[in-house]
Nanobody
Framework: QVQLVESGGGLVQAGGSLRLSCAASGRTFSWNAMGWFRQAPGKEREFVAASNWSGGTTYYADSVKGRFTISRDNAKNTVYLQMNSLKPEDTAVYYC???????????????????WGQGTQVSVSS
């Protein structure tokens, strides 16, 4: 089992920045693929970003590319999502997720991940 706890959400004005953290515990963290997803009211959960076990390979949704950065510190069992130039449409609950290593084709799929955090709210005002 892997337990994931997100933090760092909040209310920010458009153009601002936030950094989300996801602390993992339980089974060994370093080999997991880690992902961030988000879900806005009335919408399906969508992929935001993902990282392979080393952090050397990362993936981003087109909507956040160039604005968000995923990183991980395996020594601290923590993955981060740095969000810059935030827009009102980024408003959502953000979830951290973990999986065994994934292929490029799998990494964006909600059903590819075995473990999920409880989510943290990000609200961006215009």
């Amino acid at each position: 089992q892997v337990q994931l706890v997100e933090s760092g959400g909040g209310l920010v004005q458009a153009g601002g920045s936030l950094r989300l953290s996801c602390a993992a515990s339980g089974r060994t963290f370093s080999w997991n693929a880690m992902g961030w997803f988000r879900q806005a009211p009335g919408k399906e959960r969508e992929f935001v970003a993902a990282s392979n076990w080393s952090g050397g390979t990362t993936y981003y949704a087109d909507s956040v590319k160039g604005r968000f950065t995923i990183s991980r510190d395996n020594a601290k069992n923590t993955v981060y999502l740095q969000m810059n130039s935030l827009k009102p449409e980024d408003t959502a609950v953000y979830y951290c997720a973990a999986s065994e290593p994934l292929t490029r084709a799998q990494v964006m799929g909600v059903t590819s991940y075995n473990y999920w955090g409880q989510g943290t709210q990000v609200s961006v005002s215009s």
